[in-house]
């Protein structure tokens, strides 16, 4: 067994341990430990990624992870890090997020070649019973200590939006999850973002009083775009881990955009890659900044434990199509789409490339890659003008290079460029 605490400290994983003495106790015993997580959406995102690391990187240190999933607590909504109540979730919609989840999940740890337990906290929790909650857990806590947590404290002194009863209990719900996995799985370790001290301070406590035994508390830093606000969103918005949600070229685009110090940092913690490689990926970026090697990395690294190695070469190829490095004709539609999305775009009747074919000056002009035909045949001459990718040659004088059915790439697409970056994506339609 390896030391937990300063494995996961060594990538940057922790933020607060609620007593040191679990490091040791780490190298020298199997620790079991857990993470919660909120069935609000139908997709894990790059922020919640987060935690999944957290746990995979404890389950490949020796140590058994636990992934907890919220069917029951997810009924009533965490308000740590909340401004106001969630909207309430029908029974349905959060078992169908559940089973999105663990399939994620699951998936992420397969690819990462560590085990994991993805359980569901309805399995407990809808079986409760009031009263009984109320008289063997509720007494544990007074209303004073919990009103001086963070979440809770928070939330009071807002006037306006205030903390219903249904959300103050959720505290408890998660303490109660932590004395239930301590019972029956030996778990002495939750771990969590640093908004989730309170709750897990108040499973520890639960734990003492109960059982009359420690359990252990550790979180990691919250993760903040440089907006401040938490990471996991593009200008797109929410980056999720679902391919039809996000595909995975946006995905590793996502990864590959980010800033020398972020990449750096997020090597260790969102990947698998042994320390010793880490830095030595993070030594080759300070050396030669411009190649981007610890974005290219970490895009490759993380893509690959969302989607698997095939999805994220395909996406590393459709990156490199845009800097002229690939075919686009190795590209399947919906990647072409996805990659040419948001640049220009014009449409073309099919009859339009019958014989003799459609002058490609006349589409490039009503593509907005050049002001004139004459434009065109000045930018071709120099040798600027492309078509999925291959250069057109130079014409003779009188003579006007045509595109023609065999140009269609999916029976729908052609790329135009004009010089190394100025892409159009011309639509083929009926008519």
Known sequence: MRDLVAALRERGLVHQVTDEVLGPLSARSRIVAYIGFDPSAPSLHAGSLYPVMLLAHLARAGHAAIALLGGGTGRIGDPSGKQ???PLLDAATIERNVRAQRAQIERVFRNAGAPVAVLDNAAWLHDLRLV????????????????????????????????????????????????????????????????????????????RRVRGDQAFGLT????????????????????????????????FQFWLN????????????????????????????????EKRIAQRALAKAVTSLVHGADAASRAEAAGRVLFGEGSVRDLDAATIEDVFGEVPSATLPRKALQ?????????????????????????????????????????????????????????????????????????????
């Open 355 to 431: 014989p003799p074919g459609a002058r490609m000056g006349e589409v490039f002009v009503r593509a907005t890659l050049v002001k004139s035909a004459t434009d065109f045949a000045r930018q071709a001459a120099q040798g600027a003008i492309y078509v999925n990718g291959e250069r057109v040659p130079a014409s003779k004088k009188g003579e006007h290079p045509s595109l023609s059915p065999a140009d269609l790439l999916h029976d729908r697409f052609i790329v135009l460029r004009r010089g190394k970056k100025d892409y159009a994506l011309l639509r083929v339609v009926e008519g």
């Open 258 to 289: 980010q800033d020398d110090a972020r990449a750096s940092a997020l090597l260790a913690a969102y990947t698998m890659l042994p320390m010793d490689e880490v830095n030595s990926v993070r030594a080759s970026a300070a050396a030669d900044p």
């Open 84 to 86: 106001s109540e969630r």
């Open 132 to 207: 009984d909650f109320l008289r063997d857990t509720g007494k544990h806590f007074t209303v004073n200590w919990m009103m001086a947590k963070d979440s809770v404290r928070a939330r009071l002194e807002d006037r306006e939006q205030g903390i219903s009863f249904t959300e103050f209990s959720y505290m408890l719900l998660q303490a109660y999850d932590y004395l239930r996995l301590y019972e029956d799985r030996g778990c002495c370790l939750q771990m969590g973002g640093s908004d989730q001290w309170g709750n897990i301070t108040a499973g520890i406590e639960l734990i």
């Open 220 to 251: 990691s830093p919250l993760l903040l775009d440089a907006a401040g606000r938490k990471f996991g969103k593009s200008e797109r918005g929410a980056v999720w881990l679902d391919a039809t949600a996000t595909s995975p070229y946006r995905f």
